[in-house]
């Protein structure tokens, strides 16, 4: 079953049977358009910042093709949520390199609603 990298960067994906799997963003990356409202809540007299983040779509998903997976940023699937069965995020991340990348990612995951 193909995995089709929509990140911005590449993914280190370690197997099950210690492979690793290095999976180069695709050309077609996926983004969240969003809108963020930043507040602040107070709590014992301490200012905290709290941005509510709202997704307004998602931008470049490729259309469902057989039998594969996309592999998209965090945010894409939250917005995406199980509308999609064919859309998973990297889960179980260590290693993030001094440029914020993730250098190794050994999960992936599908998010489901039970709401």
Do not use: C
Request: glycine share 6%; hydrophobic share 35%.
């Amino acid at each position: 079953m193909p995995l089709v990298n929509l990140t911005n960067q590449t993914l280190h994906l370690h197997t099950t049977d210690g492979t690793v799997l290095d999976l180069a963003p695709d050309a077609r990356y996926v983004g969240l358009a969003a809108t963020s409202d930043h507040r602040t809540v107070t709590h014992n007299g301490h200012r905290v910042s709290l941005t509510v983040r709202r997704a307004d779509g998602v931008k470049s998903l490729p259309d469902p093709e057989p039998d594969t997976i996309y592999i998209v940023p965090f945010e894409v699937a939250w917005a995406i949520g199980d509308a999609r069965d064919d859309v998973v995020y990297p889960a179980e991340t260590s290693e993030v390199n001094d440029a914020g990348e993730t250098v190794r990612v050994s999960h992936l995951r599908r998010l489901v609603s039970s709401l």
